[in-house]
């Protein structure tokens, strides 16, 4: 079983910041690798598939980056619809995905 | 317009049943597998089961094998989660979910609690 590991677990940053997130997997998954954003209450919307594609409608201030075991989703400057929790999920080895912990981005 | 819609999410006792439904439109449904996650309160987003777009091939995490069953009636366009034994573990939002690439949609979410 793959094992995705999520850090920070919570980042607290101020709109108009960078933000940073980080996905290691356990073993290579290639760049079978999609972030995704939740908002309370809400379903999990995808931002980014094969480690790098934005979603449609994805602001271009969203990009994902890497290969292998280590990826980064990185939020340019934060807006105030950004604040959520962030999952990362490997798609490497159907059907048997998982998803990390998760990155709570919030206000500073 | 994609749509997935889940229901059968009800207060259940420890030790009973359930089947969750997902009603999907807007999309080739038999051309697609499709999957149930599930997320505990509070907590991150668990993979539950995935079937294929024939219905020949299903999966199961670890959590749920031999406990849950998954299926799905294509001409109905509806997909479908059996839940027997259920745990106190098990309480959760259940969303069903395709995903493909960039296609990707989920329901809203049904909530399945197991209490007594």
């Known amino acids: 079983e793959i094992v995705l590991t999520q850090s920070p677990a919570t980042l607290s940053l101020s709109p108009g910041e960078r933000a940073t997130l980080s996905c290691r997997a356990s073993?290579?998954?290639?760049?079978?690798l999609a972030w995704y954003q939740q908002k309370s209450g809400q379903a999990p919307r995808l931002l980014i598939y094969g480690a790098s594609n934005r979603a449609t409608g994805i602001p271009a201030r969203f990009s994902g980056s890497g290969s292998g075991t280590d990826f980064t989703l990185t939020i340019s400057s934060l807006e105030p619809e950004d604040y959520a929790v962030y999952y990362c999920?490997?798609?490497?080895?159907?059907?048997?995905?998982?998803f990390g912990q998760g990155t709570r981005v919030e206000i500073k | 317009e994609v749509q997935l819609l889940e229901s059968g999410g009800v207060l259940v006792q420890p030790g009973g049943s359930l089947r969750l439904s997902c009603a999907a439109s807007g999309f080739t449904f038999g051309s697609y597998a499709m999957t149930w996650v599930r997320q505990a309160p509070g907590k991150g987003l668990e993979w539950v089961s995935t079937i294929s777009g024939s219905g020949g091939s299903t999966h199961y995490a670890d959590s749920v094998k031999g406990r849950f069953t998954i299926s799905r009636d294509n001409p109905k366009n509806t997909l479908y989660l059996q839940m027997n034994s259920l745990r106190a573990g098990d309480t959760a939002v259940y969303y069903c979910a395709v995903w493909s690439g960039p296609f990707d949609y989920w329901g809203q979410g049904t909530l399945v609690t197991v209490s007594s």
């Open positions: 999920q490997h798609r490497s080895n159907w059907p048997l995905w998982t």
């Open positions: 073993q290579s998954v290639s760049s079978y």
